[in-house]
């Protein structure tokens, strides 16, 4: 399962007369949200790099595991040319849609842009793919 790349959030500082807790009958201020709000902008989000590593690391994996089974589809249907590399694109776009699914969606959680899971490593399962549809093609249509 993917970690979360965001970091926790800072430590907390010492209270001010607008980060108190608003008394009781009182509306709540809307400067102390808006506060939050700007902090955020300002600063902007952490992300945890070991958790951003794994992840990479993880979906390297997975791209090969798909260029694996692609392979093996390509050459057990006998596909030659451009309709092998379709074969692969098409499993290995699928099995993106999986991992994207997997993370409830929510991508940007796990990886800096959400184009991460659809586009980084897509060729990181090539040469897997290349070795098993020869290897595949061989041992069921030529031997």
Sequence with gaps: QPFCTKAPPPAPRHPSNSD??????????ASATKGKVQQKEEEG????????QH???????????????????????KCEGLSGIFV????TALHSAM??????????????????????QFASGLMPFILFWIMAFDMVHIF
């Design 45 to 52: 989000e952490f992300l945890f790099i070991p958790a951003l």
């Design 55 to 77: 992840n990479m690391r993880t979906l390297g994996q997975a791209r090969l595991f798909s260029g694996v089974m692609a392979g093996i589809v390509a050459g057990l249907l």
């Design 99 to 120: 991992i994207f699914l997997k993370m409830s969606c929510n991508v940007t959680r796990h990886f800096p842009k959400a184009s991460s899971v659809l586009l980084n």
């Design 20 to 29: 108190m807790a608003p008394k009781a009958g009182s509306r709540p201020d």
């Design 88 to 91: 692969f694109i098409v499993i």
